[in-house]
T-cell receptor, first 111, second 114 residues
Framework: DVKVTQSSRYLVKRTGEKVFLECVQD?????MFWYRQDPGLGLRLIYF???????EKGDIPEGYSVSREKKERFSLILESASTNQTSMYLC??????????FGPGTRLTVT | AQKVTQAQTEISVVEKEDVTLDCVYETRDTTYYLFWYKQPPSGELVFLIR??????QNEISGRYSWNFQKSTSSFNFTITASQVVDSAVYFCALSDNRDDKIIFGKGTRLHILP
């Protein structure tokens, strides 16, 4: 079974803090993705990566950065957290041309 | 531009009833993929099915079935004899052949009442 894990299920941070969300997959997938999910807005793609050290902006990259130093790990970074980044963050991975598999999500609250 | 529309925001049915979730998509590509995902209250999106644009055969998996009709750009999902455990948000999604990004619909929240 494909397994995608995320470092935390729940996270509470203060405005201005630097936040790291980690995602690890164990199936040697080339592609990894970060989404945020908000009520009424559905899933929105923040960043994705096709390979180690490669990254592509998604639909809403502002305020975020990513890092992919190893194939299995894709990190989402909030350089200076703001309250409008309070959301559910979902990580996914896939083989090229196939479905994405998702992690359990991290519910981030920025106060 | 690609688009996925799930017109039903929320549906409630009584247990054991059949229910169909609608999905209409837009794409200019001739090669594309369609997906359904389930998001139970725990929050994790669970992959249900992937269909490519050249395979219009309907699919059945237990109580779940999918009807893909290119003529109407629809990929509908039916749950037969619904159960309370089917209560979740269901997402229809679309991907083209150029990259592996997926466009999700807004989801349909399904309530199965005991």
């Amino acid at each position: 079974d494909v397994k995608v894990t995320q470092s935390s299920r729940y996270l509470v941070k203060r405005t201005g803090e630097k936040v790291f969300l980690e995602c690890v997959q164990d199936m040697d997938h080339e592609n990894m993705f970060w989404y945020r999910q908000d009520p009424g807005l559905g899933l929105r793609l923040i960043y994705f990566s096709y390979d180690v050290k490669m990254k592509e902006k998604g639909d809403i990259p502002e305020g975020y950065s990513v890092s992919r130093e190893k194939k299995e790990r894709f990190s989402l970074i909030l350089e200076s957290a703001s309250t409008n980044q309070t959301s559910m963050y979902l990580c996914a991975s896939s083989i090229q041309g196939y479905e994405q598999y998702f992690g359990p999500g991290t519910r981030l609250t920025v106060t | 531009a690609q688009k996925v529309t799930q017109a039903q925001t929320e549906i409630s049915v009584v247990e054991k009833e059949d229910v169909t979730l609608d999905c209409v998509y837009e794409t200019r590509d001739t090669t594309y993929y369609l997906f359904w995902y389930k998001q139970p209250p725990s929050g994790e999106l669970v992959f249900l099915i992937r269909r490519n644009s050249f395979d219009e055969q309907n699919e059945i998996s237990g109580r779940y079935s999918w009807n893909f009709q290119k003529s109407t750009s629809s990929f509908n999902f039916t749950i037969t004899a619904s159960q309370v455990v089917d209560s979740a948000v269901y997402f229809c999604a679309l991907s083209d052949n150029r990259d592996d990004k997926i466009i999700f619909g807004k989801g349909t929240r399904l309530h199965i009442l005991p």
